[in-house]
């Protein structure tokens, strides 16, 4: 899903698309007057794709994605309130510094902290949970969202909407229409009722089908 207006008049930012018309680095040196898509396959606060996004605003045009968005995407509790609030199916979460005796397994553990990336962790041992615990939240320092585990978890990417994973296809398709984010890996849990949300990361760059993403930003420019 691209904003509306956006397709009029677009600069298409990426170090990866051949179609793109700037490299991350070329277009922070440059003001900006036109709307942007920012493609890449990291967007975490303070590395390049945020930059980016940043920098479009910065000048008051429309960017996909912009840092709200970015944010609401890569911190956990924000991403799973918004998935819910839209209709997103999730596991729900509970955050936590500190191990207490209400916690059991099986779970999986997410940091929110801004130095953590690609932090999931499945634990199915009560005895594993609070050395985990404590570590992840850097003695307590940072929280801990926790999720039940109730289904069989998958690292999937999600590009323009379309997945890796047939079964998530419409999951896919969804998401991206609420979290207007190209690139990302989504981390689910998927039960006999379907798809789980639990958590949006970073993709790494080889795990990324780039001819996807390149037929779907031709698709872009031949409306434009």
Request: proline share 5%; net charge negative.
């Amino acid at each position: 899903m691209i904003k509306a207006g956006l397709i009029s008049k677009m600069i298409i930012v990426s170090e990866e698309e051949d179609d793109s018309d700037s490299s991350p680095l070329l277009f922070l040196r440059q003001p900006v007057n036109d709307s942007v898509l920012n493609i890449n396959h990291d967007y975490r606060y303070l590395r390049m794709g945020y930059y980016v996004s940043a920098h479009a605003e910065t000048y008051g045009v429309e960017v996909t994605p912009d840092c709200t968005e970015i944010m609401d995407a890569y911190r956990n509790p924000l991403l799973i309130e918004k998935a819910k609030k839209h209709g997103l199916r999730t596991s729900g979460y509970r955050l936590v510094t500190s191990p207490d005796s209400e916690l059991a397994a099986p779970v999986m553990l997410f940091a929110v902290n801004p130095f953590t990336n690609n932090s999931m962790k499945v634990i199915k041992s009560d005895s594993r949970l609070p050395g985990m615990i404590n570590k992840m939240s850097y003695d307590a320092r940072f929280p801990v969202s926790l999720h039940p585990l109730t289904g069989e978890v998958h690292e999937i990417i999600q590009m323009f909407g379309e997945s890796t994973c047939e079964e998530t296809a419409e999951f896919t398709k969804k998401f991206y229409e609420i979290f207007n984010i190209p690139i990302c890996k989504l981390i689910v849990q998927i039960d006999d009722g379907g798809v789980i949300l639990d958590h949006c990361e970073p993709a790494l760059k080889n795990e990324v089908k780039w001819d996807i993403v390149h037929d779907k930003v031709h698709e872009m420019k031949q409306r434009m």
